[in-house]
């Protein structure tokens, strides 16, 4: 099975292929009426990652005029998620929509078995003629809900608690950051990494040692909503990650969410039509693209800082690159060139943080 630091690297060096022009191969052959089905890794009602698929899929069963199945629970081994697709490809299915990186094997084998049924993965790392993989710039809006932590903090102390220090979840630390200094360059981040994606007892322990430290707003990317209940509990400011976390929490101001669907409908709608592109090196989606988005923004958001979020909001929409150049790390080291941005092979990799980022 890929383990997760193959994941990045495989697609750091995927990002590096793709931006080298590397073109999609022919298109799949159209598959008729559209019958997707859903293989989840976690509970359809975690609060997180697989929830937020689950809820677009019932969003396309609205919008397409379909029934779609779903499987929940169905861990990363091939013993587990060959049987549940199989049996919805047996039962009719000809798209399988998949939703964590330790499918990305597995799916790939099905794509060759069963050529003309389209397998969709997000957070995969395989893809083929009829298999793609996605995942969303989460930075852009991590850094959009930056900005509210900045425009809220008193302390100027912001916190984050985060699962591993990978690409995709450094990339999220730095972007915070940058955001909270877009309104307050005085703004410092300590953030904590728990060394799992979902774990309340260790995100609860992160989120009061920094809330001891003084932190006033606290951020996340792992896949529980721990830390913005602590929040509350402390009389704090919190942002979400995966999904609109202020359902569980007063003390949420701003999420990072998934919004699978605004990617998914035209996916599907093409597949149908046989319009379905190949991505060799898998699709890399932006908040226009419908990877993520930002729900925003709580009661204690001003009006002038919302707006002041929405009009970035607009500018990353239509094209700015929130690494763009010049930019440091924390040691002085230049990341990024004045006008230049930082490539997707290096945001894959990348294991630094910009300055004001502190602790591990």
């Given at each position: 099975?890929?383990?997760?630091?193959?994941?990045?690297?495989?697609?750091?060096?995927?990002?590096?292929?793709?931006?080298?022009?590397?073109?999609?191969?022919?298109?799949?052959?159209?598959?008729?009426?559209p019958?997707?089905?859903?293989?989840?890794?976690?509970?359809s009602?975690?609060?997180?990652?697989?929830?937020?698929?689950?809820?677009?899929?019932?969003k396309?069963?609205?919008?397409?005029?379909?029934?779609?199945?779903?499987?929940?629970?169905?861990?990363?081994?091939?013993t587990?998620?060959?049987?549940?697709?199989?049996?919805?490809?047996?039962?009719?299915?000809?798209?399988?929509?998949?939703?964590?990186?330790?499918?990305?094997?597995?799916?790939?084998?099905?794509?060759?078995?069963?050529?003309?049924?389209?397998?969709?993965?997000?957070?995969?790392?395989?893809?083929?003629?009829?298999?793609?993989?996605?995942?969303?710039?989460?930075?852009?809006s991590?850094?959009?809900?930056?900005?509210?932590?900045?425009?809220?903090?008193?302390?100027?102390?912001?916190?984050?608690?985060?699962?591993?220090?990978?690409?995709?979840?450094?990339?999220?630390?730095?972007?915070?950051?940058?955001?909270?200094r877009?309104?307050?360059?005085?703004?410092?981040?300590?953030?904590?990494?728990?060394?799992?994606?979902?774990?309340?007892?260790k995100?609860?322990?992160?989120?009061?040692?920094?809330?001891?430290?003084?932190?006033?707003?606290?951020?996340?990317?792992?896949?529980?909503?721990?830390?913005?209940?602590?929040?509350?509990?402390?009389g704090?400011?919190?942002?979400?990650?995966?999904?609109?976390?202020?359902?569980?929490?007063?003390?949420?101001?701003?999420?990072?969410?998934?919004?699978?669907?605004?990617?998914?409908?035209?996916?599907?709608?093409?597949?149908?039509a046989?319009?379905?592109?190949?991505?060799?090196?898998?699709?890399?989606?932006?908040?226009?693209?419908?990877?993520?988005?930002?729900?925003?923004?709580?009661?204690?958001?001003?009006?002038?800082?919302?707006?002041?979020?929405?009009?970035?909001?607009?500018?990353?929409?239509?094209?700015?690159?929130?690494?763009?150049?010049?930019?440091?790390?924390?040691?002085?080291?230049?990341?990024?060139?004045?006008?230049?941005?930082?490539?997707?092979?290096?945001?894959?990799?990348?294991?630094?943080?910009?300055?004001?980022?502190?602790?591990?």
């Amino acid at each position: 099975m890929t383990t997760f630091r193959t994941f990045f690297r495989l697609m750091a060096a995927s990002a590096i292929l793709a931006a080298q022009g590397v073109t999609a191969q022919a298109e799949f052959a159209a598959v008729g009426n559209p019958s997707p089905a859903v293989i989840l890794f976690g509970q359809s009602d975690d609060g997180g990652w697989s929830q937020s698929i689950d809820e677009a899929r019932g969003k396309l069963e609205e919008e397409l005029d379909l029934r779609i199945p779903m499987a929940e629970e169905v861990p990363e081994s091939a013993t587990a998620i060959r049987p549940a697709a199989e049996l919805f490809i047996e039962r009719g299915a000809n798209i399988i929509l998949g939703s964590a990186f330790g499918y990305s094997d597995t799916f790939k084998e099905l794509s060759e078995q069963y050529p003309d049924v389209v397998f969709i993965n997000p957070a995969g790392t395989t893809n083929g003629d009829n298999l793609k993989s996605v995942y969303g710039r989460t930075y852009e809006s991590q850094y959009l809900c930056g900005m509210v932590a900045g425009g809220l903090t008193e302390s100027n102390k912001l916190g984050f608690v985060a699962a591993n220090p990978f690409g995709l979840v450094n990339w999220t630390v730095n972007a915070y950051l940058m955001g909270a200094r877009q309104v307050n360059p005085d703004a410092e981040l300590t953030v904590v990494f728990t060394g799992a994606w979902a774990d309340p007892v260790k995100e609860r322990a992160a989120a009061e040692a920094l809330i001891e430290q003084g932190v006033d707003v606290i951020g996340q990317h792992d896949d529980t909503p721990t830390v913005q209940i602590v929040a509350a509990e402390k009389g704090i400011y919190g942002t979400g990650h995966h999904r609109d976390l202020s359902e569980f929490s007063e003390a949420t101001q701003c999420s990072s969410i998934w919004t699978w669907d605004k990617f998914l409908k035209p996916e599907i709608e093409k597949i149908a039509a046989g319009e379905f592109e190949p991505a060799p090196y898998g699709a890399f989606l932006s908040i226009a693209e419908g990877g993520t988005d930002i729900a925003c923004c709580g009661p204690a958001v001003s009006e002038e800082l919302e707006a002041q979020v929405m009009a970035e909001r607009d500018a990353i929409i239509n094209g700015k690159h929130v690494f763009a150049g010049p930019l440091s790390d924390r040691d002085g080291t230049e990341r990024v060139a004045e006008g230049e941005v930082l490539g997707d092979g290096d945001l894959w990799g990348m294991d630094w943080f910009v300055d004001g980022v502190s602790g591990q």
